[in-house]
């Protein structure tokens, strides 16, 4: 992988926010969060390699049975590269935008100079950007090329901004989104097989983002090292928070511990898979066959409540991910290696004969060498990016 220069220092965590705020109430508008039995699953957080090593042996079989290493890459022929790697969220969303105005978050894509050497200058060209798309503080920001939550945080007035443009790769492309206040959260995986008129809900993963509820005593430190699941996996945690560490939360006070709904950044995910509706298939089968030659991968939203996402109302689209995207439900610590493994198997079955019905189609895909580059170029710049929060 190209290495580059090491990146700037971690941003400072925010303070807490003043006590005369009203607490936020986690999982507002979720199912309850079942927590009864192990809090991780036995292979929840191995190495990528270790986990993922039989459905790479899979996909390197599909490759030889559909006759193209590059094939996913037609999956999708609007998306950049078919949204595997290297993909352009912002010209992604922009599809989606005009496909379904009235559920995506607005946003603006903002390009950091390739020599940046006036902060001062560049945070208030950024903040004009957000004013012009309708956008205010505080705003999502994030990679525009990027993946797992790298480099997500929201930003809360112009010092923070500022400090969130310093610490972004030069030259590289940012998003700002409008922040959508919803606590509830899920990822939303579409198929549709060229040939068929309608397509289907996959799979449904409900994100909670992971609390800590103070007791008037212990330090945020000591809360999550004595929390069931975030004392097993402070690595995730604790950095983030490190100017923060030594704070005493009030009795009863819940502190959110990960800001960005992925499961590699700390949230607890579940399989939501059998609460899908036919209303909610409709509504979102409405809105993937309006994106011009969408047919595979997952739409992130935030929504007001279960029931009314279920009834395919009051929810919003954060981003839609292409051939590369993951049917996360297999993160829930109720599943199994072998169920996990074998999810990710058809779903990589599904991705791959997609491809070769849209090939036969007349859309060919990347070449090799075009996937390289993006998938170089993916890997160097993601270690640049600011902490995520």
Known sequence: M???????????????????????????????????????????????????????????????????????????????????????????????????????????????????????????????????AGLGFPVVAKPDLGCRGAGVRLVRDPGELAAYLEGFPAGARLVFQRHVAYEAEAGVFYVREPGRETGRILSLTLKYFPYVHGDGRSTLRELILADPRAGRVPHLYLPRHAARLDWIPEAGEPVRLAFAGSHSRGSIFRDGT?????????????????????????????????????????????????????????????????????????????????????????HRGQGLREFWRAWRREKALTPHYPPTL
């Open 2 to 132: 190209t290495m580059l220069a090491e990146p700037p220092s971690a941003l400072p965590v925010p303070a807490p926010e003043p006590r005369d705020r009203p607490w936020p109430v986690p999982h507002a508008g979720m199912p309850p969060l079942d927590t009864a039995g192990d809090p991780l699953s036995a292979f929840e957080f191995w190495s990528m390699r270790r986990f993922y090593w039989p459905i790479a042996l899979y996909a390197l079989w599909l490759m030889v049975r559909y006759r193209g290493v590059t094939l996913p890459t037609a999956a999708n022929p609007s998306f950049p590269g078919g949204g595997l790697v290297g993909e352009s969220k912002s010209a992604i969303l922009d599809l989606a935008c005009a496909a379904a105005p009235d559920h995506v978050a607005p946003f603006v894509a903002v390009d950091r100079p390739g020599h940046p050497d006036d902060a001062i200058g560049e945070a208030l060209a950024a903040e004009a950007a957000m004013t012009a």
């Open 274 to 362: 059998h609460l899908v509706t036919p209303a909610m298939t409709e509504r979102f089968d409405a809105i993937a066959r309006a994106i011009p030659e969408f047919w595979f991968g997952r739409f992130d939203v935030r929504f007001a409540d279960i029931a009314r996402l279920q009834a395919g109302e009051d929810f919003t689209i954060l981003e839609v991910n292409g051939a590369g995207a993951e049917m996360t439900h297999v993160w829930d610590r109720s599943k199994t290696l072998r169920q996990a493994r074998r999810d990710l198997m058809e779903q990589y079955r599904l991705l791959f004969a997609i491809g070769r019905a849209n090939r036969n189609r007349g």
